[in-house]
């Protein structure tokens, strides 16, 4: 977020803040100096602060950040990409029921077998994947029966299996995985993702999600 205000100011104010600067760090504070007018611009928590120049010698309030610049989407709302997958753990065959918590947003893609119809996959905080397109949809939530997550960051491997407590023949599950070669954490890709419902063994919905950089 100092980042986007910093940029935001560069651009806006440019009278105040010329040329583009470094941002540097000083006990949990974020701050650019720019020379040319003597002005610190500085962040820390969600406020924004200014010294020097037209804002004198003493230390400005200038608001909370959010006056500013937009804060970025939060849980299931949240864009996934490739560089947030990336922060996930190494994993080979884990049963950890809570492999989630590193992927928590959505991705968007299309179905496999026509492409002009549209899919999305949503994790939220709690645990519940969603995977849904043109109206239907298969949600899969925490106590999960089984799941099975791996990954292998040097191959742009990542994939999770999952299933609900169910009483029927055919327990409801989601899988989601990258082929190989299909995605790569540094410049993003795809991924395959697959919906069965309650008491099927064939999958009603079968997606290509798209993963940005």
Known sequence: MADKLFAFAESSHAELFPNHQATQSFDGWSYRYYPETGIYLAVIGDGVYGLGGVFGTHVQSLGPITQFVEAPATGKDRPLTASILAQCPEASASSSPEFYKCMVGYLNGVQKFDSSKSCRLEISETGVVTLSSQGSSVAVAPAFAFSFYSKTGSA??????????????????????????????????????????????????????????
């Open 156 to 213: 742009g491997l990542i994939a999770f299996t999952i299933k609900a407590q169910d009483t029927s023949a055919y327990a409801k599950k989601i899988e989601v995985s990258a082929a190989a070669f299909a995605l790569s954490f540094s410049s993003g890709g795809t991924l395959s993702a697959e919906a069965t419902p309650s008491g099927s063994n064939t999958a009603s919905i079968s997606c290509t999600l798209t993963v940005p950089k």
